[in-house]
């Protein structure tokens, strides 16, 4: 099978289009023929050899696949890696039968980051009716379903992104106010402009000076979601700052829930019977050949596309 492997750690010119040997079967797996899948920042974190969980080489990444199992059954599922190839094997508890009206790129879309965007809001950040949550990176493929998400649990929504497209996209969504993230300075003041004051909850994924902004702008007894360090800048937490305001600061890492009976279930079947009623719109921002990882990853680390990113195995 035609495969993207990395023999070494580096940039995007490490992802190799390849002929690699099919799966070995395994108990409790599934062996998935991929039709999609889905390019996330972990798979740069992988790339790269930042990911929290360190990978041997040479390594397949992909972490979401949607895609025929042999026996017919059409799934999204989530891996442990392997997902940028024609074949892959995913666990039986974290896949999940896709309904008929339902597309392939929307499907993949669920998987890694709207079952993050869901328990983000609802589980790390605890987001209520009447809440105002801040959102990061909200033109992209979690942020865009965060904004969607916590609108329809009756949140008021401040969306955060650095373009201007993004901005828009964000306000098209359902957030309330939006704000220019391209630069850590002046950050904190212009989220507590656009929010009215401290927001009693907020989810960060930058890391570095953004961390501290975001932080700065969360009300006392608030909480603060942290889900990812795109900009690879360590973080030391500011711990006086934390008692002082008695603000939560909690890590996710979605993973964690892979072994969980019950967390991803219940996300999938309210993620789907979201996308099913229209209340839900995965926002797809570009879908490039398998051989083209290179170029998604470029444009996902550029963060020049909006949305999910996706690779198709079509020829």
């Known amino acids: 099978m035609r495969a993207i492997t990395m023999r070494e750690f580096g940039g995007p010119e490490v992802l190799e289009l390849a002929e690699v040997p099919d799966p070995e079967p395994r108990g409790g797996h599934l062996l998935v023929n991929v039709t999609r899948a889905g390019v996330n920042y972990a798979d740069v974190h992988v790339r ?9 080489l040479p390594y397949i990444p992909g972490n979401e696949i949607v895609g025929t199992t042999e026996d017919g059954r059409r799934v999204v599922a989530l891996t442990r890696g392997g997902g940028y190839a024609e074949k892959t094997l995913v666990h039986r508890r974290v896949a999940f039968d896709v309904p008929d009206d339902i597309t392939d790129e929307q499907a993949v879309a669920l998987a890694l980051q709207g079952n993050s ?15 105002t949550v801040l959102i990061p ?3 992209g493929g979690l942020g865009s379903l965060a904004v969607q998400l916590a609108k329809q649990a009756g949140a008021r929504v401040v969306a955060m992104a650095g373009t201007e497209a993004k901005r828009r996209l964000a306000a ?4 309330d106010a939006v704000v220019d993230s391209s ?3 002046g950050l904190t003041e212009r989220v507590l ?3 009215g004051g401290p927001v009693p909850a907020a989810l960060e994924m930058t890391g570095g000076a953004t961390f501290h902004a975001t932080l700065a702008a969360v009300a006392p007894r608030g909480r603060l979601a942290v889900y990812g360090y795109a900009s690879g800048e360590a973080v030391d937490v500011p711990v006086r700052l934390l008692m002082e305001k008695s603000v939560t600061v909690s890590g996710f890492w979605l993973p964690q829930l892979y072994t969980d009976r019950n ?10 019977a979201a996308v099913r009623s229209g209340a839900l719109r995965p926002v797809i921002g570009a879908t490039y050949p398998l051989a083209e990882a290179a170029r ?3 444009d996902l680390a550029d963060r020049t596309g909006t949305g999910k990113l996706v690779l198709t195995t079509a020829s």
């Open 48 to 56: 790269g050899n930042t990911y929290l969980a360190p990978v041997e």
């Open 183 to 185: 630069t850590a300075e």
């Open 172 to 175: 098209d969504l359902g957030a």
């Open 117 to 131: 965007a869901w328990h983000l809001l609802f589980g790390a950040a605890q987001v209520t009716a009447g809440q």
């Open 193 to 195: 402009d656009a929010a």
């Open 296 to 298: 998604a990853h470029r």
């Open 263 to 272: 967390a991803l279930p219940t996300s999938m079947r309210a993620l789907i």
């Open 137 to 139: 990176a909200a033109g």
